[in-house]
C-alpha cells in the first residue's frame, strides 16, 4: 500500500454562509434537505421555494452536504450557482494543494458519513458537528494523483447520471403510452375490476423492534416511504423475524402518510406497517404500477378522512379499479407498457452495479490500497 500524507478539513476547505434575498430563490435553484436525495444520489427538483426573507447561496463546483440525520448521505457537486436551506452545508476549496472534485470524493466517502454521525448532536433528528468536521483526516496524494482518482470516480458518474437520464426518459414515454390508452382512449370495450381482483395485496405489519438490525441479518426491512428512491428503496435495515414479506418485484405503496408514495422492490424483503405490496395476477405487475400512479390522486382521496396526511386500510386500498382493455389489445398494450417497465429496472439494476463498484473502490483509491 502506497501510504498518503494526511490534512485536515479546515486545511483545504471552508464552510460557506453567504445571505441572499429569498427572491433569487427559483423552484430550479433551490436545494433544501427535503430535494437532495439519500445514497448519494444526488439532488431532485423541488415544489416550492420557502416562505423566508433571505436564503443562502452557493457557487458552481461547490460541494452541497445535508446536516440534518447524515446517514442518509445526501451529498451533490454543484453544476451551477444556486441557493439552499441553512441546513445544509456549503464546502468550498481553499487550498491549491487539493483537487476540487477529489476532495468532492473524499467527502463522499462513507468514512466521512460516519465521522459525521460520531460527532452528531440530537438524537431525533442527528445533525454533523462543523467544528468536529473541521478536524476530519483527509488522504492526500500528490495533486496528479487526485485528479487520476476523480477522473475514474467520475467516469463512473457519468455513466450512473447518463443512465438515469435515459430511465427518466422511459418513464415519461411508459406514463404517456398508459394515459393514452387506459385513459383518453378507453371506450365501452373496457372494462373495469377491484384491485383485489387482479392483484396481491399484502398489508405490512411491524416486527418485533428486537429482530431490527443493520448488519445484515434476515431480510431488507422497510417500514415506510422514508427509504424510497428515485424507483427503488434503500436499504438501511434487515429484520431476522419477519411477519409480513415482499417479493421482489413487487410494487411498495405507502399507506402512511405521505398516502400513495411507491416504489418497487429490488429484493424479497419485510415490510411494516406504513407500506403494502400489489403484485399483478391477471394484470401485469408493470401496468398496475402505471395504473396506481396515474390514480395517485383517487388512492389519497381514499385515505381515511380524505387527506394525504392520514392512512389508507386494506379495503380501501383493494376497491381500487382498474381498467382492463378489451382481449382484441390487451397483450399488445401490456407487452407496450410492460418492455419499457423491464428496461428502466434493467438499467436502474445496472446503476445499482455501478454504484457499489464506485463505493467500493473509493476508499482503496484514496488510501492507495489501489493504484491509479
Known amino acids: 500500500m502506497n501510504e498518503r500524507k494526511k490534512v485536515k478539513f479546515k486545511d483545504i476547505a471552508s464552510f460557506i454562509s453567504h445571505k441572499t ?119 492526500l496524494p500528490p495533486l496528479p494523483t487526485q485528479r487520476r482518482i476523480a477522473a475514474i470516480l467520475s467516469a463512473l458518474d457519468d455513466k450512473i447520471e447518463n443512465n438515469r437520464k435515459i430511465c427518466d426518459t422511459l418513464e415519461q414515454i411508459a406514463q404517456a403510452v398508459f394515459k393514452r390508452w387506459f385513459v383518453d382512449e378507453k371506450n365501452e370495450d373496457w372494462t373495469e375490476s377491484k384491485l383485489e381482483e387482479v392483484a396481491k395485496i399484502t398489508m405490512g405489519q411491524s416486527p418485533p423492534s428486537i429482530s431490527y438490525n443493520f448488519n445484515g441479518d434476515g431480510l431488507p426491512f422497510f417500514q415506510g416511504s422514508k ?76 385515505a381515511s378522512g380524505g387527506s394525504v396526511f392520514d392512512s389508507l386500510n386494506k379495503k380501501a386500498l383493494s376497491e381500487v379499479i382498474i381498467t382492463i382493455p378489451p382481449i382484441s389489445i390487451r397483450e399488445s398494450l401490456y407487452n407496450q407498457i410492460d418492455s419499457i417497465f423491464v428496461l428502466i429496472n434493467k438499467l436502474d439494476d445496472e446503476n445499482q452495479i455501478l454504484q457499489q463498484t464506485r463505493d467500493t473502490l473509493l476508499p482503496k483509491l484514496m488510501s492507495g490500497e489501489v493504484e491509479v
Open 21 to 139: 434575498s429569498v427572491d433569487n430563490a427559483t423552484v430550479d435553484n433551490y436545494i433544501s434537505t427535503v430535494n437532495m436525495l439519500p445514497e448519494k444520489q444526488g439532488v431532485s427538483p423541488i415544489d416550492e421555494i420557502p416562505i423566508a426573507k433571505t436564503v443562502n447561496q452557493f457557487k458552481k463546483e461547490d460541494i452541497l452536504i445535508s446536516n440534518i440525520r447524515p446517514y442518509f448521505k445526501k451529498i451533490w457537486y454543484a453544476k451551477g450557482n444556486g441557493t439552499n436551506s441553512g441546513d445544509v452545508l456549503v464546502i468550498r476549496r481553499k487550498s491549491e494543494e487539493a483537487d476540487n472534485k477529489y476532495l468532492y470524493y473524499s467527502l463522499f466517502d462513507d468514512n466521512f458519513f460516519n465521522f459525521m454521525m460520531s460527532g452528531s448532536k440530537g438524537t431525533k433528528m442527528p445533525r454533523g458537528d462543523k467544528e468536529a468536521i473541521k478536524n476530519y483526516e483527509i488522504p
Open 227 to 302: 427509504e424510497f428512491g428515485w424507483r427503488k428503496p434503500t436499504i438501511e435495515k434487515w429484520c431476522n423475524d419477519p411477519k409480513r414479506l415482499a417479493e421482489k418485484g413487487d410494487i411498495l405503496i405507502s399507506v402512511r402518510a405521505p398516502v400513495g408514495d411507491m416504489n418497487i422492490a429490488s429484493a424479497k424483503s419485510c415490510i411494516g406497517r406504513g407500506l403494502a405490496s400489489v403484485r399483478g395476477k391477471a394484470v401485469p405487475t408493470s401496468v398496475l404500477y402505471y395504473a396506481l400512479k396515474n390514480g395517485i390522486q383517487k388512492i389519497q382521496n381514499l
